[in-house]
C-alpha cells in the first residue's frame, strides 16, 4: 500500500500561518473560545441558532478524546459546556434530523458501530440503535423522506478496510437497515443531496489505497445507487458544495500520487457528466467549504498546502467559474469545522493539534 507522507509533514508546521493574499471581500473576526481545544470535531447549527460542537481529540500525540460537548451561543460569542458523549469519536458524522437532534454515527474505536442521539432540550446524549458496519471517514445524509443515509468509510486502517455498504437511519424508530451497497469501497469522499433528492457520491479512497475517480448516484426511491461518471481527477479529502443552479462543485483534496491539488470541477444531474472549472487560488488538503445560499458563491477555509497551513479563505462564483481570495482568518487551520449560522455568517472552530478558537467570516 502506497503511504502519504502529507500528513506527519502538517501536524510539525501545524501552528504556521497562511501566506498573506489579496483580499477581495469579506472578512474574519475572533469569538469566544471553547472549554476544550479538539481536532477532527464536528460542529451542527442547532435550529435553535445555536452551534453544537461534538467529538474530536486533543493533545495529538498522546490521542485524549474529548467526550463533552459544547454549544455556542451568536448572540453572546460564548460557548457553554453541554452533555457527554457516551462514546469517544473523531472523524464520524453529525446530522441535524427533523425532529432538531443530532446524530452522532461512527468514528470511534474498531469497530465503530455506536451511534447516539443529542437532545437539546435536555442536553444529553442517549444511544440509538447499533450501525451494522462500523465506519468513520463515512458520509452522512439526510433524505427529503427524514432518514439519513450513511455510505462507505473505514473499518479500520483506510486504504485496507474499506466500507462499500450503506445503511439507513429511521429516526422514528431508532433502527437501522441496510440499503443498496456501492458499486466500490470508499472512504474519505463527499456526499451531496440533490435538488432531485438523490445523493450524489464522489472520489475517496479505495481499498487499493488509491484515489478513486469515480461517482454514483444514490436513489431512495428505489434504495440502489447507479453511476454518475468519472471525475477528472480522482481525489480523496476533497470538499463538494450544491450550486443554487443544481450543479456540484468538488474542489481540492489530493490525488494518487499524493499531490495536493487546487483543481475544481462540476457535475451536472441533466447530463451525468463532470467538466472542469476555475483552480482555487491554494492547493488545499483538510479544509472547509460552504455554499452561500443568498449570494450562490462557495467559500474555502485554511487547509495544507502541501505541508503549510493556511489561513487564507477563497470564493467560488458559478456564475463565472472563477476563485477570488477573500480574508484570511485570524489563524491557519486543518481538521476544524464549519457552520452557517442564522445571521448569514460562518462559524470556523477548533482544528490542528487540538486547538480551542473560533472566528467568524462575514461576508
Known amino acids: 500500500m502506497r503511504i502519504h507522507t502529507t500528513i506527519p509533514l502538517i501536524f510539525l508546521l501545524a501552528c504556521v500561518t497562511g501566506l498573506a493574499s489579496a483580499q477581495s471581500s469579506g472578512s474574519w473576526t475572533l469569538t469566544g473560545s471553547l472549554h476544550q481545544g479538539r ?41 457553554s459546556v453541554s452533555g457527554n458523549l457516551n462514546v469517544a469519536r473523531i472523524h ?14 461512527g468514528g470511534c474505536v474498531d469497530p465503530c458501530t455506536s451511534v447516539e442521539v443529542y437532545d437539546p432540550s435536555t442536553g444529553a446524549w442517549t444511544l440509538t440503535g447499533s450501525m451494522a458496519d462500523g465506519r468513520t471517514y463515512h458520509t452522512a445524509t439526510l433524505l427529503p423522506n427524514g432518514k439519513v443515509l450513511v455510505a462507505g468509510g473505514c473499518y479500520s486502517a483506510c486504504g485496507i478496510y474499506v466500507q462499500s455498504s450503506a445503511e439507513l437511519y429511521d429516526p422514528n424508530s431508532g433502527t437501522w437497515s441496510v440499503t443498496g451497497s456501492l458499486s466500490v469501497g470508499r472512504a ?9 433528492g438523490k445523493v450524489l457520491v464522489a472520489g475517496g479512497i479505495s481499498a487499493s489505497g488509491s484515489e478513486n475517480s469515480s461517482a454514483e448516484i444514490y436513489d431512495p426511491a428505489t434504495g440502489k445507487w447507479s453511476s454518475a461518471g468519472n471525475m477528472i481527477t480522482g481525489r480523496r479529502f476533497a470538499q463538494a458544495a450544491l450550486l443554487t443552479n443544481g450543479r456540484v462543485v ?49 467559500l474555502v477555509a485554511g487547509g495544507a498546502n502541501p505541508s503549510v497551513i493556511l489561513a487564507s479563505s477563497e470564493l467560488y462564483d458559478p456564475l463565472t467559474g472563477k476563485w477570488s481570495a477573500t480574508g484570511s482568518m485570524n489563524l491557519a487551520r486543518i481538521y476544524h469545522f464549519a457552520v452557517i449560522l442564522a445571521n448569514g455568517k460562518v462559524l470556523v472552530a477548533t482544528g490542528n493539534t487540538g486547538d480551542a478558537t473560533a472566528e467568524l467570516y462575514h461576508p
Open 92 to 105: 464520524g458524522t453529525a446530522t441535524l434530523l427533523p425532529s432538531g437532534k443530532v446524530l452522532a454515527a
Open 250 to 298: 468538488v474542489m481540492g483534496g489530493q490525488d494518487t500520487p499524493g499531490n495536493t491539488l487546487s483543481s475544481t470541477e462540476l457535475y451536472d444531474p441533466s447530463t451525468n457528466k463532470w467538466s472542469a472549472t476555475g483552480k482555487m487560488t491554494s492547493p488545499r488538503l483538510y479544509f472547509v467549504a460552504l455554499p452561500f445560499l443568498v449570494s450562490g458563491k462557495v
Open 39 to 79: 481536532y477532527g470535531a464536528n460542529g451542527v447549527t442547532l435550529q435553535n441558532g445555536q452551534v453544537l460542537a461534538l467529538g474530536g481529540v486533543y493533545l495529538l500525540r498522546h490521542s485524549k478524546a474529548v467526550l463533552a460537548s459544547e454549544l455556542y451561543d451568536p448572540t453572546t460569542g460564548n460557548w
Open 188 to 196: 474519505q469522499h463527499t456526499a451531496t443531496l440533490l435538488q432531485n
